[in-house]
């Protein structure tokens, strides 16, 4: 049976909420994902939260019931709270039906079997929450193996990242790594290193792409060092005729993601 | 000669910080723009803010300096404050090196001209600014004539679009429209309006373009009304391997905007 909680002052509000920080993350080792499409897609996957706060009136609703009965059959705690309770929680004033409290995981580069995929993302020094979550996004669409994360990124699990993967984050395998090891993983196996760059004259579009097939994006302002370009295999840049002489990063990997998929598919 | 502001109190802040607000900017049809790089890529577009805002520190940047310059010979005014004011108006701990008060800038239908580009972006009920601003900048990679917005479309003007938009505001014109009056104007001279959409079994890589191509991007969560892609010329669809069956709209723009770009550049 789901407990109640009515009041802010409930000492388990607070704790919850400080997921919100990173701080509180990295000690609890738990983080938040927000709204019934991603705790849905997180069920279907077989991630259930921990806890699942949901507010009275959606009791009543088939799959905050089916989340409510899964949660509670894999020994977590359903509780049912208010709308108010709920919105603080999200931190956000239109308040997400359900709110989740999920224990974190990783996946380390030895549990990556490259022969999934044709198609694996790697980002380098990503900054933005946003940014990583769609790239997940964008991972789940075009069937990648994993992301790989190569130095110090933001952190998948922070509410904005979450958020912007739509329940990706669930779907598609986040490995956090440094870049030597990174690289000798890579080169322990096939795996063509393909680089996003500017320093170049190769259109990605007239490029070959052989499976599986690593991408790679640097950091948003200041792209990779060279030093890591220099270990790719290859170097592509994506034509760019306006004034700016820049993409968004999760929008230039989509776009080279895109055309390796077409490729791969033929 | 730059005056200078020292004080939190004095009014002109509160001003200034009211503008990220939309009832402050739709009252003073001004907007704020924040970062030397996006500043200097107004500038070199010819849009100079009404107001400049600096810290001392940055005095001496050559870039800074330019601006300075160029705002006081168009008569602005130019203010030099200091880091903590600063950080106050854009509301960001990372202060950026300076803050600038635009008059808003608004293009018409009737000021665009078709046959000046090949691709034209059509957004629908667009409601993140990120997102709004990264198609911005999309639409400058890709060379876009202009982004049209249709309908309830979150406000271009706002602080978060600005800063998504790395500048692109500047240099590709938006218009504000309702659907009717897009139609209407589109209709009234050559143009293919493409839409995307999950109901075709058209792949947007086997489908042609004809220049001037009109991308429609539907509402983030909902799509696109189905009236809007019965209008359409050709209806394409993304392949998604995924679970979750979605992508970004600013991605699923780009994906788009890129494969029409690569056609028509043979």
């Known amino acids: 049976?789901?407990?109640?909680?009515?009041?802010?002052?409930?000492?388990?509000?607070?704790?919850?909420?400080d997921l919100r920080d990173k701080r509180h993350r990295r000690e609890a080792r738990q983080f938040l994902a927000e709204g019934l499409r991603i705790l849905t897609e997180a069920r279907e996957t077989g991630r259930l939260p921990a806890m699942l706060f949901y507010a009275a009136p959606s009791r009543l609703h088939p799959l905050v019931q089916a989340l409510v009965r899964d949660v509670e059959a894999a020994g977590g705690e359903a509780i049912e709270t208010t709308a108010d309770i709920l919105s603080k929680l999200s931190g956000k004033d239109n308040p997400q039906a359900v709110v989740g409290v999920f224990d974190e995981f990783e996946t380390s580069l030895a549990d990556l079997d490259?022969?999934?995929?044709?198609?694996?993302?790697?980002?380098?020094?990503?900054r933005d929450p946003g940014n990583l979550g769609t790239i997940l996004r964008t991972g789940d669409a075009v069937g990648a193996g994993g992301l790989i994360l190569v130095g110090e990124c933001v952190d998948p699990f922070s509410v904005e990242a979450v958020r912007a993967s739509m329940g990706a984050l669930f779907t598609v395998p986040v490995v956090r790594s440094d870049w030597q090891p990174f690289l000798h993983w890579l080169r322990g196996g096939p795996g063509q290193l393909v680089g996003l760059s500017l320093d170049t004259d190769i259109d990605y579009r007239s490029a070959t792409y052989a499976a599986p097939t690593f991408l790679l994006t640097g950091n948003e302002a200041?792209?990779?060092?060279?030093g890591y370009a220099a270990a790719c295999d290859l170097l592509v840049k994506i034509p760019m005729l306006?004034?700016?002489?820049?993409?968004?990063?999760?929008?230039?990997?989509?776009?080279?993601?895109?055309?390796?998929?077409?490729?791969?598919?033929?």
């Open 1 to 17: 049976m789901p407990r109640e909680i009515t009041a802010y002052s409930n000492p388990l509000i607070k704790r919850v909420r």
């Open 222 to 226: 200041q792209g990779m060092p060279e």
């Open 242 to 266: 306006g004034k700016a002489d820049s993409l968004n990063a999760a929008v230039a990997t989509a776009v080279m993601a895109y055309e390796v998929l077409a490729q791969q598919r033929g």
């Open 114 to 126: 490259r022969s999934r995929a044709g198609i694996w993302l790697v980002a380098e020094r990503l």
